[in-house]
């Protein structure tokens, strides 16, 4: 794999764009809540806890006093927040250049959404899928306007059973749920890359992992927490795959953004490829046309 020497000194001045980053209240979210707003963007914090949200708020102004941050209650596991968040962001802006769709559970107990939805699947997917969906007329009325996405290497471990995607026949593998969910990741944004063509007016759509960086996502894994102290790298390495992602003038479609080092747990961002799985488009027009309909969502 190609090394790389990308970081934050790539980033060029933000002034005028304007940038919406899901659960930015710890770990990803945040770091790059925090590198936009030192490089002038006006940042939408996307958040469950406002109060957390303003006290990241409060803490980045801290170090960037110019800093323009909103923090907007969203809760993804409640597809009527979604909604009311989405429609507050296109009633107050004309534009929105960059949509980190950063949020998400990892490995939790089984859990419901309000909708019903599997957590996992509910939050890491179908929230983003129709948040993407309702703030998709902005974000194509924006120039060079770009889509996110957080996947992961637990890719590796997802094979969605479309006949039980919300796992109510089955007994429930929190690992392979959280494994489904960002495989989901996956297949939602190369179709939509797909459905969005290559035309110098469309959204650009990407994804992005981490590698093995040590967030508070990981609190429900004592395996994760305790090898944390050997393996896992810091939130602002582990962040950089997602800035380049969003930020990168060279990608394209469909890009992939990973650490460059062994294995890809550690390292500057690069191009990386998921796995065959990830690619097979049948499953992914399988999951769009069912997140069409478990959300109520169609993409204009």
Known sequence: MAKSDWNTDNIPDQTGRVVIITGATSGLGREAARVFAGKNAEVILAVRNVEKGKGVSDEIKKE???????????????????????????????????????????????????????????????????????????????????IVATSSVAHNFGNIDFTDINWVKRKYNTRKAYGDSKLANLYFTYELAGKLGDGTSSPRVTAAHPGWTSTELQRHSGMFLFLNKFFGQGVKMGTLPTLRAALDPGAKQGDYFGPSGFMEMHGNPVRVKSNKLSHDQQKANQLWEISERLTGIRFE
């Open 64 to 146: 960037f006093s110019d800093a323009r941050i909103l923090v907007k209650k969203m809760d993804l596991s409640n597809l009527e927040s979604v909604r009311q968040f989405a429609g507050v962001v296109i009633k107050e802006f004309d534009r929105l250049d960059i949509l980190i769709n950063n949020a998400g559970v990892m490995m939790c107990p089984y859990a419901k959404t309000e909708d019903g939805f599997e957590i996992q699947m509910g939050t890491n997917h179908l929230g983003h899928f129709a948040l993407t969906g309702i703030l998709m007329p902005l974000l194509k009325g924006t120039e060079g306007s770009r």
